[in-house]
């Protein structure tokens, strides 16, 4: 039988079987874990001493194309990781949501990584703000690698995505991972382990697996170090005030199981498209993974007049939902992950029926489909009616598998404060097709979760549903929920970097920012910067263009173009009655003028304009005044891709200054350019 590994300073490490591991479905013996102790101490100096330089060896952009081709590589080899997580209980459709759930995510890094990071291993977050009057004085902020290694302790319910989710910020980040997975699945993870390290894509010391407890581990970590926690609230809270992390002020981020609610808002019939999206969305959360979602629908919070009705539909199409064998055509819901789980779902739903009426599980008429799966994990889709909604113990009790309660509101007030009863929630959904409603309901639900569905007919053929995490959008909340943020798109990758204030002449903050900051010292090339190719260019380059005077003509003139007959460009009378006193330039005259003094018009390395940040119009260009621009390198991205002739390119972003005749400045932005490189001689 086969006995899992750990994975600590590069080599596995297990061959004496400790603690046996059971298919969720038939109970047969599936792994084992290893009896050998891992030495932590080895563990972390690794990741410090190896780990980290070797992450920092590529930068932000280096580290993205590692995980787009990470993400490649377990995709190819999904098939394998899906007959792994079978026997986690879990169908096709479960497994879908972990491994390849997994694998989009870490996709969804690579490209968030590859088009909102740097090259290099600083971020910098300005723009600079001056702090003196004569503007040699500045500050601003950068994050940087914490130099650090990050601890990662996983739920049982997601083997692979749960690891994917946080690995993927961390690696962009350049902090190095230890994965410490949940034991009842732990087979699945060290799985996806074994094919992250056979892709040949990792730096060594980057990613380190435990198998069993985590012993010493978290006395040896400091400062510089993190961890984050997916699991029970009661766990949670446990590490939270862990004496070595408070100490040393360890940072240290929860994402806490939650007694998570949907509302049906009480102008919705049960003749609406929205009766039956709440119906199918609350069965569908009970059903997926068995329920066992960090995100799952506990409390369906239904109003009155309509509670009979969510009820017998409910219901109907719970007893539709075929219970068995995941490998089985027609099955549609699967088994708990171990019968330790199945113990205590059973134990927590008793502890709920004190006080509701059960509608729907009782387990004596319970038959799973399958052969064997008697000695499986199998538990019955169980649906429960709170007596007394304000009083029921589903606000503090949760069944970790396909459970959830109904209970009844009398009005919008008496919903939120039911909902508010969760006491801080990863998610809620309201089911409304009036504005109103979403407008009144929403910023108060927000107040105590961590993310808000909106559902109706209109969003609903798009929705990615209830209990859903997106990589682009926070996942966390308050209060239960563990008061921890993963996932929020670059938020994420930042929650890994340490931020710093620093302070100094703009010349000095552009140097450690390695970008251009306004007031720096520039050099003034005698090439045009257009006519530079990327690898030549330097940060810091800079032109000064010549002046052009604005006249009518001009403003006639782009009025004709574009359409744009303002009255402030053209009605004199009527300008003279503002706070400018008279007509002036159309702000987008003033940006196209500017392109025209410093663009460099013939082929060249600049390939494309592809985007314009930041743009201000400070203040009013009248006919008249005299208009001069900058144009300077701020920043340089190298993306390391080449074109179909195989000339390499990489991003320019410009700082652009548009200054009138007395030294003001009219209009600010940056512009980004695609520039080739100079090509290279072939080889041979």
Same mark, same amino acid.
């Given at each position: 039988?086969?006995?899992l590994?750990?994975?600590? *300073?590069?080599?596995?490490? @297990?061959?004496?079987?400790?603690?046996?591991?059971?298919?969720?479905?038939?109970?047969?013996?599936?792994?084992?874990?290893?009896?050998?102790?891992?030495?932590?101490?080895?563990?972390?100096? +690794?990741?410090?001493?190896?780990?980290?330089?070797?992450?920092?060896?590529?930068?932000?952009?280096?580290r993205?194309a590692?995980?787009?081709?990470?993400?490649? #590589?377990?995709?190819? +080899?999904?098939?394998?990781l899906?007959?792994?997580s079978?026997?986690? @209980?879990?169908?096709?459709?479960?497994?879908?949501?972990?491994?390849?759930?997994?694998?989009?995510?870490?996709?969804?890094?690579?490209?968030?990584?590859?088009?909102?990071?740097?090259?290099?291993?600083?971020?910098?977050?300005?723009?600079?703000?001056?702090?003196?009057?004569?503007?040699?004085?500045?500050?601003?902020?950068?994050?940087?690698?914490?130099?650090?290694?990050?601890?990662?302790?996983?739920a049982?319910?997601?083997?692979?995505?749960?690891?994917?989710?946080?690995?993927?910020?961390?690696?962009?980040?350049?902090? %190095?991972?230890?994965?410490? $997975?949940?034991?009842?699945?732990? /087979?699945l993870?060290?799985?996806?382990?074994?094919?992250?390290?056979?892709?040949?894509l990792?730096? $060594?010391?980057?990613?380190?697996?435990?198998?069993?407890?985590?012993?010493?581990?978290?006395?040896?970590?400091?400062?510089?170090?993190?961890v984050?926690?997916?699991?029970s609230?009661?766990?949670?809270?446990?590490l939270?005030? #862990?004496?070595?992390?408070?100490?040393?002020?360890?940072?240290?981020?929860?994402?806490?199981?939650?007694?998570?609610?949907?509302?049906?808002?009480?102008?919705?019939?049960?003749?609406?498209?929205?009766?039956?999206?709440?119906?199918?969305?609350?069965?569908?959360?009970?059903?997926v993974?068995?329920?066992?979602?960090?995100?799952?629908?506990?409390?369906?919070?239904?109003?009155?007049?309509?509670?009979d009705?969510?009820?017998?539909?409910?219901?109907?199409?719970?007893?539709?939902?075929?219970?068995?064998?995941?490998?089985?055509d027609?099955?549609?819901m699967?088994?708990?992950?171990?019968?330790?789980?199945?113990?205590?779902?059973? *134990?927590?739903?008793?502890?709920?029926?004190?006080?509701?009426?059960?509608?729907l599980?009782?387990?004596?008429?319970?038959?799973?489909?399958?052969?064997?799966?008697?000695?499986?994990?199998?538990?019955?889709?169980?649906l429960?009616?709170?007596r007394?909604?304000?009083?029921?113990?589903?606000?503090?009790?949760?069944?970790? @598998?396909?459970?959830?309660?109904?209970?009844?509101?009398?009005?919008?007030?008496?919903?939120?404060?039911?909902?508010?009863?969760?006491?801080?929630?990863l998610?809620?959904?309201?089911?409304?097709?009036?504005?109103?409603?979403? *407008?009144?309901?929403?910023?108060?639900?927000?107040?105590?979760?961590?993310?808000?569905?909106?559902?109706?007919?209109?969003?609903?053929?798009?929705?990615?549903? #209830?209990?859903? $995490?997106?990589?682009?959008l926070? +996942? @966390?909340?308050?209060?239960?929920?563990?008061?921890?943020?993963?996932?929020?798109?670059?938020r994420?990758?930042?929650?890994?970097l340490?931020?710093?204030?620093?302070?100094?002449?703009?010349?000095?903050l552009?140097?450690?920012?390695?970008?251009?900051?306004?007031?720096?010292?520039?050099?003034?090339?005698?090439?045009?910067p257009?006519?530079?190719?990327?690898?030549?260019?330097?940060?810091?380059?800079?032109?000064?263009?010549?002046?052009r005077?604005?006249?009518?003509?001009?403003?006639?003139?782009?009025?004709?173009?574009?359409?744009?007959?303002? /009255?402030?460009?053209?009605?004199?009378?009527?300008?003279?009655?503002?706070?400018?006193?008279?007509?002036?330039?159309?702000?987008?005259?003033?940006?196209?003028?500017?392109?025209?003094?410093f663009?460099? %018009? *013939? $082929?060249?390395?600049?390939?494309?304009? /592809?985007?314009l940040?930041?743009?201000r119009?400070?203040?009013?260009?009248?006919?008249?005044?005299?208009?001069?621009?900058?144009?300077?390198?701020?920043?340089?991205?190298?993306?390391?891709?080449?074109?179909?002739?195989?000339?390499?390119?990489?991003?320019?972003?410009?700082?652009?200054?548009?200054?009138?005749?007395d030294?003001?400045?009219?209009?600010?932005?940056?512009?980004?350019?695609?520039?080739?490189?100079?090509?290279?001689?072939?080889?041979g």
């Open positions: 039988m086969n006995t590994q750990s994975l600590i *300073a590069g080599r596995w490490l @297990g061959t004496t079987p400790a603690v046996a591991l059971h298919s969720a479905v038939d109970g047969h013996l599936v792994a084992q874990t290893h009896a050998e102790a891992i030495d932590f101490a080895e563990c972390v100096d +690794h990741a410090r001493r190896v780990g980290v330089p070797a992450l920092l060896a590529l930068d932000f952009q280096q993205a590692r995980l787009k081709a990470l993400a490649a #590589h377990l995709s190819a +080899h999904k098939e394998a899906y007959a792994v079978y026997h986690t @209980g879990a169908t096709r459709a479960d497994s879908w949501i972990d491994i390849e759930g997994g694998t989009g995510t870490v996709y969804a890094y690579a490209g968030m990584g590859s088009n909102g990071l740097p090259s290099g291993n600083i971020v910098h977050e300005g723009p600079a703000q001056p702090l003196g009057k004569q503007g040699q004085f500045a500050g601003t902020h950068i994050l940087v690698p914490r130099g650090g290694v990050a601890v990662h302790i996983n049982f319910n997601f083997p692979v995505w749960g690891m994917l989710e946080k690995f993927a910020p961390s690696f962009l980040a350049g902090m %190095p991972c230890v994965v410490k $997975p949940a034991t009842a699945t732990s /087979y993870t060290e799985a996806a382990v074994r094919l992250m390290l056979d892709s040949g990792l730096p $060594p010391g980057s990613l380190q697996l435990i198998i069993g407890g985590t012993g010493d581990l978290l006395e040896r970590l400091d400062g510089q170090d993190m984050t926690f997916t699991g609230a009661a766990t949670a809270a446990r939270r005030v #862990h004496p070595n992390l408070v100490r040393n002020a360890v940072p240290f981020n929860a994402e806490a199981d939650s007694l998570n609610c949907s509302i049906l808002a009480p102008e919705v019939t049960p003749d609406d498209p929205e009766f039956d999206l709440f119906v199918k969305e609350v069965a569908r959360e009970m059903t993974k068995a329920g066992q979602k960090c995100t799952a629908i506990r409390r369906a919070i239904v109003p009155r007049a309509r509670l009705a969510v009820v017998e539909r409910l219901r109907a199409r719970l007893q539709a939902t075929v219970v068995g064998d995941p490998a089985l027609g099955v549609r699967g088994a708990l992950a171990s019968r330790d789980q199945l113990d205590d779902v059973a *134990a927590r739903v008793a502890e709920l029926r004190a006080g509701a009426e059960l509608l599980g009782d387990a004596a008429d319970f038959a799973p489909r399958g052969d064997g799966v008697a000695a499986g994990a199998f538990f019955p889709a169980t429960l009616l709170a007394d909604p304000m009083a029921s113990a589903a606000h503090d009790v949760e069944a970790f @598998g396909p459970v959830s309660t109904v209970m009844a509101y009398d009005d919008l007030d008496e919903a939120v404060a039911l909902a508010a009863r969760g006491r801080g929630s998610v809620g959904s309201l089911v409304t097709h009036d504005p109103a409603v979403a *407008a009144r309901v929403v910023p108060q639900l927000a107040a105590l979760h961590g993310r808000i569905l909106v559902l109706d007919r209109d969003a609903a053929a798009e929705s990615t549903g #209830h209990g859903s $995490p997106l990589p682009g926070k +996942h @966390g909340g308050p209060g239960r929920a563990g008061g921890g943020e993963e996932l929020g798109g670059l994420a990758v930042h929650h890994y340490q931020r710093s204030a620093v302070q100094g002449s703009p010349t000095m552009a140097a450690v920012a390695r970008e251009h900051v306004r007031g720096a010292r520039t050099i003034d090339a005698e090439v045009h257009f006519r530079r190719h990327f690898d030549e260019l330097r940060v810091g380059e800079s032109l000064l263009t010549h002046r005077t604005v006249t009518e003509a001009d403003i006639v003139n782009f009025g004709g173009v574009s359409g744009d007959y303002f /009255y402030m460009h053209f009605d004199d009378i009527a300008a003279r009655d503002t706070d400018f006193g008279r007509r002036i330039a159309h702000g987008y005259f003033v940006l196209s003028a500017a392109a025209g003094l663009v460099s %018009p *013939a $082929p060249g390395p600049v390939l494309a304009n /592809y985007g940040d930041t743009l119009f400070t203040k009013p260009v009248p006919i008249g005044d005299t208009i001069q621009a900058r144009l300077t390198c701020k920043r340089k991205i190298d993306r390391n891709r080449r074109d179909s002739r195989g000339v390499g390119q990489g991003v320019v972003v410009w700082d652009v200054e548009v200054r009138n005749q030294g003001e400045l009219v209009a600010s932005y940056d512009i980004l350019t695609l520039v080739a490189k100079r090509a290279q001689p072939a080889q």
